[in-house]
């Protein structure tokens, strides 16, 4: 699991109406100012991530970098499908609520691909029927699957070798 | 011309920041939002500014609210015509005709520039 290093830890106990102060040393690493908000999340794990929620001015780099985040989110599966109006009132209300995307990924956590494939299928099942998957979707579907399936028979082959191998020497040991 | 959107986790929070932002005006925003994404998925928004310089030829920006702006890039776009920003600095700036797109990225949304 690639978490990363933790570079400021701190604490701080929670007070009426769930407020909590967030420690300087994190504020600063983080770079924070007074009215930025900052999105509050807990993986399967149970590890919760803070990020700020920054909304960049237009037209400066850190702008083009969110954007370009934006692309990498994307082509590494770190999306919601909307296909429709209904989908698109469903999945803004979840926002409000503060929900999870219904199909998402998260490269940092699921560095393991069996458990990876794992999840993509019940995320499948949320996103829509399979026949409704689109091109780009399908073909990494089937890219994980092939990888898992060849690695799945290298190994069986594998392990058939070395047991005929064992079985061969032990037939020259007896006829020795 | 139905589409397909693929809103990005990324999208997904500053959605969320906005809201929380715009607190006591959520029913607007969402009014907003369903305004404008729901027309990039019904096709009938097939047009919009293109972001940036004119070599960045398939990002999309178009208004949301309180001069916070969508940043979008459809999967197929062509240039529309060229419009010059006299209320601006001046600068030339391509309109993208993204009619033909069956899927739409959403990628950011920015806030005001100084």
């Known amino acids: 699991m690639a978490e990363g290093l933790i570079m400021a830890r701190g604490y701080a106990r929670l007070r ?34 803070l990020h700020p929620a920054k909304i960049v001015k237009a037209g400066t780099p850190e702008a083009s970098q969110e954007e370009q985040a934006a692309v990498r989110d994307i082509s590494e ?11 698109l009132r469903e999945h803004v209300d979840g926002i409000r609520r503060g929900e999870t995307p219904a199909f998402s990924g998260n490269a940092e956590t699921e560095t393991d691909p ?25 073909q990494d579907v089937e890219q994980l699957l092939q990888a898992h399936l060849t690695n799945f028979f290298s190994n069986l082959l594998g392990q058939q070798y070395k047991i005929r191998k064992h079985e061969e020497g032990a037939a020259e040991r007896e006829q020795i | 011309m139905k589409r397909v959107l693929r809103s990005a986790n990324r999208f997904d929070d500053k959605l969320g920041g906005l809201f929380e932002t715009l607190h006591g005006r959520e029913e607007e ?21 293109q972001l940036g310089p004119m070599w960045n030829y398939d990002v999309c920006i178009l208004p949301l609210i309180d001069k916070h702006s969508v940043v979008f890039r459809p999967n197929e776009s062509k240039p529309k015509y ?33």
Do not use: C
């Not at chain 1, 009426?16 to 509050?40: A, Y």
């Not at chain 1, 499948?124 to 091109?135: C, D, N």
């Not at chain 2, 925003?29 to 500014?49: E, H, K």
């Open chain 2, 82 to 114: 060229i419009e010059i920003i006299y209320s601006g600095t001046g600068k030339k700036q391509a309109i993208l005709d993204f009619a033909a797109a069956t899927r739409i990225d959403m990628l950011n949304i920015e806030g005001p520039a100084d």
């Open chain 1, 77 to 87: 599966g770190r999306f919601t499908l909307v296909r429709s109006l209904e989908e």
């Open chain 1, 16 to 49: 009426e109406r769930n407020q909590v102060t967030v420690p300087p040393g994190i504020v600063e690493r983080m770079g924070l100012r007074l009215g930025d908000v900052i999105e509050f999340s807990v993986n399967s794990r149970g590890v919760v991530q």
């Open chain 1, 114 to 138: 069996v458990e990876q494939l794992l999840n993509v299928v019940p995320a499948m099942q949320v996103a829509g029927p399979i026949t409704h998957l689109t091109e780009e979707q399908r």
């Open chain 2, 29 to 49: 925003l969402q009014a907003a939002v369903n305004r404008l994404l729901g027309g990039l998925i019904d096709g009938t928004v097939n047009w919009a500014p």
